[in-house]
């Protein structure tokens, strides 16, 4: 019988999109949602790549007696996929006990439900937010975490502890993937990311400046200490990214985990500034872009790009994607909307 796994958030972005491949993997999925951030009309576009859609139930995380009746129906899961949370850095600043209540809470009802139902296997969604301006690169798993500069970012670090206390306390193994920055969408253009509003990241920022919903796209600081002055990220394709979650659950049901709770890099290992990202997405999608330079952003850091070394050897997973790959699914998805 296949094992079946929860995904929670599991309309939003990267829950989408991992949906779909434990779905091409043989895995039944249950996919639960509160639609906070996502449309229910992801699944269509799940169903149109695999032929099905995921079972799905719309539940607020947050609300304990709601997740409690939830998996008191439903107690039978291999592993769960907890994406589920709030990730805009601007917002979380301005309202922080929304992140908190929400980011947390919804963490503590899932892992309450965990002991409580015997479900033994968590992936979590961190993100390499946690290690802030990292004193050395490439960012290995052992740099040190540095205080987090939004509260979205002090929910990764806190989220973290609770499942490490959580871990010692029952019976239940986790994986943290530490993500760097997910860009892409899915090859069938089908799935991607929806950003709400005006979008905060950069490449939906792009794809929406380049189809003409907005006039410009604002370079943020051309002072940074990096060859083009423009900030590094590690910029790695959706896809790339769930596949690293199917890695993380096959080693967990299959019980291959060597610590109960283990954490992995999730990124190419290559480091691109925003002018690289600019000139790629122009040279692969023949198009020019209009952007100007402005100020720095607050909070941003100048350079990151993960060690991915221990994800490779201890997942046996590595990104595959090119950035030419990445850029040209986000246009062909943002032109997808279009239509
Ligand atoms: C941020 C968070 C990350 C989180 C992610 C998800 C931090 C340090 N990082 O990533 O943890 O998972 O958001 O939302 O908290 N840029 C522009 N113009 C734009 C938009 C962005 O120049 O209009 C630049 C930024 O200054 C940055 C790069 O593009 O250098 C990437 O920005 P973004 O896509 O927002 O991701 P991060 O800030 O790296």
Known sequence: MSKKILVTGGTGYIGSHTTVELLKSGYQVVAIDNLSNSKIEVLDGIKKIVGTAPEFHNVDLADKLATALFFDKQPNFDAIIHFAAYKAVGESVANPLMYYENNLSSLVNVLTAMAKHKIKNIVFSSSCTVYGQPDTLPVTELSPL?????PYGNTKQIAEDIIADSVRAFDIKAIALRYFNPIGAHASAQIGELPNGTPNNLVP????????????LSVFGKDYNTEDGTAIRDYIHVCDLADAHIAAVNRLTENKTKHNFEIFNIGTGKGNSVLDIIKTFEQVNHLKLNYKIVDRRAGDIEKVWADTTFANQELGWTSNRTLEESLKSAWDWEKHLDT
């Open 146 to 150: 540095k205080k987090a500069d939004s």
């Open 205 to 216: 920022f792009i794809t929406q400046t380049a189809i003409g919903i907005r006039q410009e």
